[in-house]
C-alpha cells in the first residue's frame, strides 16, 4: 500500500560521521540504532554546504548548491522542489518553518497549511548579503547587476515580512502565539507597506540608503521574538535546578576533565598555523573546555540562543493538530534545531516535569556510559540522545492515531556539525571536513 503520510524531518547539525563511530549510535540514539536495520537509509550521504542556506537549496529542490546564483535568494531562484512534488501526488501539504527562512512564493504557494517556528530578523538578511554590499559602497559605486540583485532581495523581503505579518495572530502563528502575543502587528505592517512605497518610487536610492543607514535603518527596529523567549525557567528551574542539579556538575564536571585528562588540545599544533589560524585554534579550545558550564552554569541557564520550538514541542503540535487519522494523503515538514549550536537536549518550554525527568534521565544514562578516553563536546552527545527519545516519542503518537504502519518516515539533515569539536580544529564550519558534510538519510 502507497504510503498516505509522509513526514519529513531535517534535523539541523546531524553529523553522521560522528554517530558512525565506535559505539556512539547504540549508546546516543538507542532508539534510531535499532530501528535503522527495519529501514532504508544511507551511510555516505553528503550535503552541499557546511550550513543551512547552502545546505537546504540541494536537499529540498535537487539543484547543487551554486547553480542559478546560488543561494542568494534562499530557494528564491528555483521554481520546483519537494513540495511541489507532493502537491502534485495529490498530498496536502504542511510545514513548520523558520519566518526568515519562507524562501520564495515558489515554496509557499505549494503549501496548504504553514506554521512559523519564529519570527522575522531582518539582520538574518543583512548577514551575508547586504553587509558586504554597505562596505562596498564605501569604496566604489554598484555595478547595475549588483542593484537588480539586491532590488530581488529587498523584493523578497518585504514579501516575507508581509507574510509573517498579514491579518495578525492566526493558525500560522500557533506555535509561537505566546511569544508574539505582543507584538504590535499592525504598526510593523504599516512600517513595511510605508517602506515599500518608498521603495517602488526610487529603487535605486533606496537600495543606497538602505546600505548607508546600515543598523540604523528602520527595518531593524520591527519586533522580534528574543533568544530566551521560548525558556519556561519556572519548570526548568524546578526539574533541572532543583531536582537534578548533580546532572549538570556530572556534565560540566566531565566536559573539562575529559577534554584535559585526553588531551584533545594539541597545542604543538600551533608551530604550524599561521596567526589568525592560531587564535582561532585557541578560541575553540577554551569554548571547547567552558562552553557547556558557561551555557548551563550551577544555578541557572544563560545566553540561552533557541529563537524556535524545541524538537519535541514541533513534533507535539504537528501530530496533534495537523496530522488526520483517516486515509486523506499528507505531507508534512519539520526543520529542528536542537543539535544546532548551542546544543539543547530538554524541551526548554516545556510544563511537562515528567517529560523533563525522562529527558534528564536519558542524558544521565549517556554521561555515566560516557568512556574514559573521551574527547569532544557531552552537550552534542545529550542533544543526539534527546533527538533520538523525540523519535521513540513520535512513534508512539502515530501508533496511537493508528496511521503508524501508513505512514514513511524521512530523516535526514541540512548539514553535518564540527561543533562537537571531536577533533578540535581551529576551523568549525566553512572547511571541507567530512564532519560539516556527512547526513543521514
Known amino acids: 500500500m502507497k504510503s498516505q503520510k509522509i513526514i519529513w524531518l531535517t534535523i539541523d547539525s546531524f553529523d553522521y560521521n560522528y554517530i558512525k563511530k565506535a559505539n556512539n549510535f547504540s549508546r546516543l540514539m538507542p532508539f534510531l540504532y535499532n530501528f535503522k536495520n527495519k529501514c532504508l537509509y544511507a551511510n555516505n550521504l553528503f550535503s552541499e554546504g557546511p550550513y543551512t542556506e547552502a545546505g537546504i537549496k540541494s536537499l529540498l529542490t535537487g539543484k547543487n548548491t551554486l547553480e542559478n ?44 497549511h504553514f506554521y512559523f517556528t519564529s519570527s522575522m530578523h531582518f539582520s538574518t538578511f543583512w548577514n551575508r548579503r547586504f553587509e558586504l554590499y554597505s ?52 504598526k510593523n505592517i504599516r512600517i513595511i507597506l510605508n517602506e515599500k512605497d518608498k521603495y517602488e518610487s526610487s529603487k535605486d536610492n533606496y537600495i543606497i540608503n538602505l546600505l548607508k543607514e546600515n543598523s540604523n535603518h528602520i527595518l531593524f527596529s520591527l ?55 592560531s587564535y582561532n585554534y585557541l578560541y575553540n579550545s ?12 550551577y544555578n541557572n541557564i544563560n545566553d540561552f540562543t533557541k529563537y524556535m520550538p524545541s524538537f519535541d514541542y514541533q513534533m507535539n503540535y504537528m501530530i496533534d493538530n495537523v496530522l488526520n487519522d483517516d486515509d486523506s494523503k499528507q505531507f508534512m515538514y519539520l526543520h529542528v534545531e536542537d543539535m544546532h549550536h548551542p546544543n539543547t537536549f530538554f524541551s526548554y518550554e516545556s ?26 563536546l557531552l552537550s552534542y552527545d545529550l542533544s543526539l540522545g534527546y533527538t533520538d527519545l523525540v523519535l521513540e516519542r513520535l512513534f508512539r503518537k502515530l501508533k496511537n492515531k493508528k496511521c503508524f504502519e501508513e505512514t514513511t518516515l524521512i530523516i535526514t539533515a541540512d548539514h553535518g556539525s564540527s561543533f562537537h569539536m571531536s577533533p578540535l580544529r581551529e576551523s568549525l564550519v566553512n572547511n571541507f571536513h567530512i564532519e560539516n558534510y556527512n547526513i543521514p538519510l
Open 69 to 112: 546564483n546560488g543561494y542568494f535568494l534562499r530557494l528564491g531562484n528555483e521554481k520546483s522542489n519537494v513540495f511541489e512534488y507532493f502537491k502534485d501526488a495529490g498530498y496536502q501539504i504542511n510545514a513548520s518553518f523558520m519566518a526568515d527562512d519562507m524562501y520564495s512564493n515558489s515554496i509557499i504557494s505549494k503549501m496548504d
Open 135 to 186: 562596505e562596498i559602497i564605501k569604496v566604489r559605486d554598484l555595478t547595475r547587476q549588483e542593484l537588480v540583485d539586491l532590488m530581488e532581495l529587498v523584493e523578497l523581503i518585504f514579501y516575507s515580512y508581509e507574510l509573517f505579518l498579514d491579518k495578525g495572530l492566526d493558525e500560522r502563528h500557533d506555535m509561537i502565539k505566546k511569544q508574539t502575543q505582543n507584538f504590535n502587528f499592525e
Open 223 to 277: 519586533d522580534e521574538i528574543h533568544n530566551d523567549d521560548f525558556l519556561n525557567k519556572k519548570t526548568i528551574d524546578n526539574v533541572i535546578y532543583k531536582k537534578n542539579i548533580k546532572t549538570i556538575k556530572l556534565l560540566n564536571k566531565k566536559q573539562t576533565k575529559l577534554n584535559i585528562i585526553n588531551k584533545s588540545i594539541k597545542y604543538s599544533k600551533l608551530l604550524h598555523l599561521n596567526y589568525k589560524s
Open 286 to 297: 577554551y569554548f571547547l573546555i567552558n562552553s557547556c558550564k558557561k551555557i548551563y552554569g
Open 351 to 376: 510544563k511537562n516535569e515528567d517529560d523533563l525527568q525522562e529527558e534528564i534521565d536519558r542524558c544521565n544514562a549517556i554521561l555515566t556510559s560516557t568512556p574514559n578516553n573521551y574527547k569532544g
